[in-house]
């Protein structure tokens, strides 16, 4: 089956309202073109080092928005500030700090989605829920920053009722800080190849589309 193909598929299934966000770690540029002319705008890279040489060789190609899901490490937050649109990763309130610090100086000045753990996961980073809503107001301080909503990535392993659960739960979570704080909670970035579906049930904006659409790394 084409990425065409497997697109085509992928977008029966989901609302027009829905954005979805090819990932395209370890993704070779010839199947990233492809994606583009079956329409696929937004594309997603985990690494600084691989998605620069990408964006340079996909340079001519129109309307691209490129999308940060990796771990950000703060001496690398200057880099990804001015290589990409969004940044769907921003953890903690140390890193929410220097990204603001950075934009106040002039550099370019992305959508951002705080990266939150609903479930306790060892191989996750991001907020816990109380963590975030006792950082509330320092992030509400960080006036720069335009930020748009949450992002989460489960735990291996979950029964889809888990699923249906932690997602409904991070949905409600957005809730919780729009009513609490100035923050805009519009976006959730939630659902990879293997759970979208269930996260678009639970209110997900964003879906983040790797395996399904480019097939196994």
């Not at 370890?26 to 985990?46: H, I, T």
């Not at 953890?91 to 959508?111: F, H, M, T």
Request: proline share 3%.
């Amino acid at each position: 089956m084409t990425i065409a193909q497997r697109l085509d598929q992928i977008r029966q299934q989901i609302p027009p309202s829905v954005l979805l966000i090819g990932v395209t770690k370890q993704v070779s540029v010839s199947a990233m073109k492809e994606a583009y002319e079956a329409g696929v705008r937004d594309f997603a890279e985990s690494r600084l080092q691989e998605a620069i040489p990408k964006q340079e060789q996909l340079q001519d190609l129109k309307h691209i928005s490129w999308h940060f899901i990796g771990h950000l490490q703060t001496n690398k937050a200057k880099k990804v500030l001015e290589h990409f649109d969004w940044i769907h990763c921003v953890d903690n309130l140390k890193l929410a700090q220097r990204l603001n610090q950075l934009v106040q100086e002039g550099v370019n000045s992305p959508k951002l989605c705080l990266q939150v753990k609903v479930l306790p996961d060892p191989n996750k980073y991001g907020w816990h829920i109380r963590e975030l809503l006792d950082d509330l107001s320092e992030l509400e301080r960080c006036k720069h920053l335009k930020i748009e909503g949450l992002m989460t990535i489960l735990p291996l392993g979950l029964s889809e009722s888990e699923i249906l659960a932690a997602f409904d739960q991070t949905r409600q979570l957005a809730q919780t800080l729009k009513q609490q704080s100035s923050l805009s909670m519009e976006q959730l970035s939630m659902g990879m190849s293997s759970d979208y579906l269930l996260a678009i049930q639970q209110g997900a904006t964003m879906i983040r589309l790797g395996r399904i659409i480019f097939g196994d790394r």
